[in-house]
């Protein structure tokens, strides 16, 4: 199919090694869509170079009326509600892909679904529904929000339910980090749920993965979002899988790196090409901490590959240049 699509994403200083990779990963695989940036919190010299790698439009929206539950600070911080805060680019479909991702082979498929459907991701590995994603797990992981009392998610999920109509618990639920959506079907469908439950953002126990699962959910609840399959968002590991239940016996391995990526260096054509959960993956996502720009982890080589196709990208993420969060903007601006 030929849609007009956006690819859109969001990084702090913290994630701009991984979106070098991210935007060098795009480029490999042939794909030349205008990037869409939520700026978080990137130097100028940061800046700098994400210019150079494409046609990179920037935002910087006002989050500060977020908070996070003690119990999340460890792992989170606010910016992860900065997506909920923008004006979606004006593409026909838009492809959401972390900044601690890779795009290994082309997005079509999902571009495909998204279009066909409104709503396209892949479901969590292991398998989890609504009710984890609003209430936590603490029965399995210890995993629940500190601050907010059951009193107080109880009070959310009614007046939730009460405006949009009972919430099915048991409802598979997918990974915010790679979606993609019908512009329409996103404004006309999810956006209304989101701007109501962004009030009750502390009591839902998933931040913005479970809002967004929400708002999928209410906008289709015979189908939340169409299924794209594992290979459209593979882990590079398999680990809190396999801590928390793999007493089972059963265990995921981490997808497996087929190319050499010595010969690939010297072949711009050559797709680096992993196998895992799902096939030929067509998007490796570095899900847990530490991320592989932090230390050395598993398939740390791949990100190092793509990102080291820019050089210069070291001393700008070592540089303490001056920061540009403090001004925000309500609209896109090109780079």
């Not at 935007?23 to 990037?35: A, T």
């Not at 439009?57 to 989170?76: C, E, I, M």
């Not at 991701?121 to 029965?139: C, L, R, V």
């Not at 459209?232 to 007493?247: I, K």
């Given at each position: ?9 969001r990084?702090?200083?913290n ?5 070098i ?14 990037v869409?940036?939520?700026?978080t919190g ?5 800046l ?7 046609d990179v ?5 006002q ?5 996070l539950?003690?119990?999340?600070a460890?792992?989170?911080n ?5 997506g909920l805060e923008?004006?979606?680019?004006e ?6 892909l972390?900044?601690?991702a890779?795009v ?5 498929p999902l571009i495909?679904?998204?279009?066909e459907?409104?709503f396209a991701a892949t479901?969590?590995i292991?398998p989890?529904?609504?009710k984890?994603?609003?209430?936590g797990m ?8 500190r601050?907010?009392?059951r009193?107080?998610q ?5 007046a939730?339910t009460?405006?949009?109509?009972p919430?099915?618990?048991e409802t598979?639920?997918?990974n915010?980090g790679i979606w ?6 996103y404004l006309?469908r999810?956006r209304?749920v989101l701007?109501?439950?962004k009030?009750?953002h502390r ?6 993965q479970?809002?967004?699962n929400?708002?999928?959910?209410y906008?289709?609840?015979y189908e ?5 399959g ?6 590079a590991e ?14 995921i391995?981490?997808?497996r790196l087929?190319?050499?990526l010595?010969?690939?260096?010297l072949?711009?054509g ?16 570095f899900?847990?901490?530490p991320k592989?720009?932090?230390e050395p ?7 190092e ?16 240049g001056?920061?540009?969060r403090?001004?925000?903007t309500a609209?896109?601006?090109s780079?």
């Amino acid at each position: 199919m030929t849609a007009d699509v956006g690819i859109y994403t969001r990084c702090d200083s913290n994630y701009f090694p991984g979106l070098i990779a991210l935007l060098n990963s795009l480029r490999r695989v042939g794909h030349s869509y205008p990037v869409y940036l939520v700026d978080t919190g990137l130097t100028a010299a940061e800046l700098d170079i994400i210019a150079s790698l494409g046609d990179v439009h920037v935002t910087r929206p006002q989050f500060g009326q977020y908070t996070l539950d003690s119990s999340k600070a460890a792992r989170y911080n606010t910016t992860v509600f900065a997506g909920l805060e923008i004006t979606l680019p004006e593409h026909e479909v838009i492809v959401h892909l972390d900044a601690d991702a890779v795009v290994l082979d082309s997005l079509e498929p999902l571009i495909q679904a998204a279009f066909e459907h409104g709503f396209a991701a892949t479901g969590e590995i292991p398998p989890s529904n609504m009710k984890t994603h609003f209430w936590g797990m603490p029965e399995i992981t210890g995993r629940a929000l500190r601050d907010v009392t059951r009193e107080g998610q109880i009070a959310a999920h009614a007046a939730i339910t009460a405006r949009f109509g009972p919430l099915d618990e048991e409802t598979i639920t997918f990974n915010s980090g790679i979606w993609a959506t019908r512009r329409d079907y996103y404004l006309n469908r999810m956006r209304p749920v989101l701007e109501f439950i962004k009030d009750y953002h502390r009591e839902i126990w998933g931040l913005e993965q479970a809002m967004l699962n929400i708002a999928a959910f209410y906008a289709n609840p015979y189908e939340p979002f169409r299924e794209v399959g594992s290979r459209f968002n593979s882990r590079a590991e398999y680990s809190y899988f396999n801590e928390h239940f793999g007493t089972s016996g059963y265990r995921i391995a981490s997808p497996r790196l087929l190319t050499n990526l010595e010969t690939a260096r010297l072949d711009p054509g050559m797709k680096v090409r992993l196998n895992g959960v799902g096939g030929t993956l067509a998007v490796l996502h570095f899900v847990w901490k530490p991320k592989p720009w932090e230390e050395p982890s598993t398939l740390s080589e791949v990100w190092e590959f793509f990102a080291d196709t820019t050089p210069g990208w070291r001393d700008a993420a070592a540089a303490k240049g001056a920061r540009v969060r403090a001004a925000a903007t309500a609209g896109w601006e090109s780079l």
